[in-house]
T-cell receptor, first 113, second 116 residues
Framework: KQEVTQIPAALSVPEGENLVLNCSFT??????LQWFRQDPGKGLTSLLLIQSSQREQTSGRLNASLDKSSGRSTLYIAASQPGDSATYLC????????????FGRGTSLIVHP | GAGVSQTPSNKVTEKGKYVELRCDPI?????LYWYRQSLGQGPEFLIYFQGTGAADDSGLPNDRFFAVRPEGSVSTLKIQRTERGDSAVYLCASSLNVGGVTDTQYFGPGTRLTVL
């Protein structure tokens, strides 16, 4: 059974810092990995999707990397802003070629001015 | 609409009652997913549809939970004889094609269910 762990569980930083959020998964036979953002009381918004054949994806100040063999992904946020405050979740297929995503518990991020 | 919508946004009910939660996916999306999210947890898969059929319902916790998507668009999650443990946020997501390597799910805002 796929298990997804996200570290740290919570993070509070001053504005402007560069951040690294970590995601690890136990079954590396995945075809993609996604990072989502969730604002309080809201649904999830997809940030980045990395295919298993890719090493990283970038969108603006966000960069996500994938090391499939070691079962790890990192989300790098450059020059953090208060508007980045949210919970960040990663998701991978439940197992093998499963269509069902398994989510981590997320990292709760607060960026204070 | 432009995104996935869910109604109601909040539902308070009494233990033992029946509830229905509705999801309107993005037009043209064939795949539709239901999840349940408890405080401090990631979304937990319940069921997904490919078109009108439930392709995988292995996440439904017991037979009190049932979902339909009769015309391949709107879906309804039905919970019978609600229990306090059913209290959670129920999220719906849709995607263009289930399981593709570039398949991205688009989530609705969720329905917060409280069972008293």
């Amino acid at each position: 059974k796929q298990e997804v762990t996200q570290i740290p569980a919570a993070l509070s930083v001053p504005e402007g810092e560069n951040l690294v959020l970590n995601c690890s998964f136990t079954d590396s036979a995945i075809y993609n990995l996604q990072w989502f953002r969730q604002d309080p009381g809201k649904g999830l918004t997809s940030l980045l999707l990395i295919q298993s054949s890719q090493r990283e994806q970038t969108s603006g100040r966000l960069n996500a990397s994938l090391d499939k063999s070691s079962g790890r992904s990192t989300l790098y946020i450059a020059a953090s802003q208060p508007g980045d405050s949210a919970t960040y979740l990663c998701a991978v297929p439940a197992s093998g070629g499963s269509y069902i995503p398994t989510f981590g518990r997320g990292t709760s991020l607060i960026v204070h001015p | 609409g432009a995104g996935v919508s869910q109604t109601p946004s909040n539902k308070v009910t009494e233990k033992g009652k029946y509830v229905e939660l509705r999801c309107d996916p993005i037009s043209g999306h064939t795949a539709l997913y239901w999840y349940r999210q408890s405080l401090g947890q990631g979304p937990e898969f319940l069921i997904y549809f490919q078109g009108t059929g439930a392709a995988d319902d292995s996440g439904l916790p017991n037979d009190r939970f049932f979902a339909v998507r009769p015309e391949g668009s709107v879906s309804t999650l039905k919970i019978q004889r609600t229990e306090r443990g059913d209290s959670a946020v129920y999220l719906c997501a849709s995607s263009l094609n289930v399981g593709g390597v570039t398949d991205t799910q688009y989530f609705g805002p969720g329905t917060r269910l409280t069972v008293l």
